[in-house]
């Protein structure tokens, strides 16, 4: 059973707008949530994380904010850029866990 | 500092043949994992290690074993391989903090089974 849904299989956005990748999880007990970026024929790469005592964090143009109550995250890219172009995993884990669950990915297409 | 680093990167088998992935991190992490992703599927994982000697099964790890015999090496094998293995395998460590920090991934190895 999915417990981290990406319902949008992809997006497409124009450069220099915002790029909002939205994540859905079920399980009330994840605690820490990450975004990963994935190239085609490469590894997927850390972006950026938040705990559930926050509910907002940034790292230059990624912001991440966390609604626990609705047990929703997003993703925020602005401006967005050509190379932003990849595949976005939302990921989410338990306190003291040993496993990453990891949604099925949000395609994202910035265009010139 | 290499990272993660995992071999090789494509491989082709036949049906019932074995083979290990190789899979090593020089940045002294104590966790490292295996995660399979095959197309609409995301990420899943496959067999994780809190430590040297210690492993512990994931989401799906029917057909393959693990061992963790060094902090910097954590390979994966297929015993008998079947076409349900093909995918793109990826090897990933942390440090742990409590629970999970961050992972870092390798750049993954592509399996064809036939």
């Known amino acids: 059973d999915q ?49 559930s005592i926050k509910d907002k964090n940034e790292d230059g143009r990624f912001t991440v904010f966390l609604n626990k109550s609705a047990k929703h995250l997003s993703l925020h890219i602005v401006p967005s850029q050509p190379g932003d172009s990849a595949v976005y995993f939302c990921a989410a884990s338990e306190p003291s866990g040993y496993a990453l669950n990891f949604g099925k990915g949000t395609s994202l297409l910035v265009t010139p | 500092n290499a990272g993660v680093t995992q071999t090789p990167k494509f491989q082709v088998l036949k049906t019932g043949q074995s083979m290990t992935l190789q899979c090593a991190q020089d940045m002294n992490h104590e966790y490292m994992s295996w995660y399979r992703q095959d197309p609409g599927m995301g990420l899943r994982l496959i067999h994780y290690s809190v430590g040297a000697g210690i492993t512990d099964q994931g989401e799906v790890p029917n057909g393959y074993n693990v061992s963790r015999s060094t902090t910097e090496d954590f390979p994966l094998r297929l015993l008998s391989a079947a076409p349900s293995q093909t995918s793109v395998y990826f090897c990933a460590s942390s440090y742990m903090r409590g629970g999970l920090t961050a992972q870092y991934f390798g750049p993954g190895t592509r399996l064809l089974v036939l």
């Open chain 1, 3 to 51: 417990q981290v849904k990406q319902n949008s299989p992809s997006l497409s956005v124009q450069e220099g707008r915002i790029s909002i990748l939205n994540c859905d999880y079920t399980n009330s007990m994840f605690d820490y949530f990450l975004w990963y970026k994935k190239y085609p024929a490469e590894g997927p790469t850390f972006l950026i994380s938040i705990s």
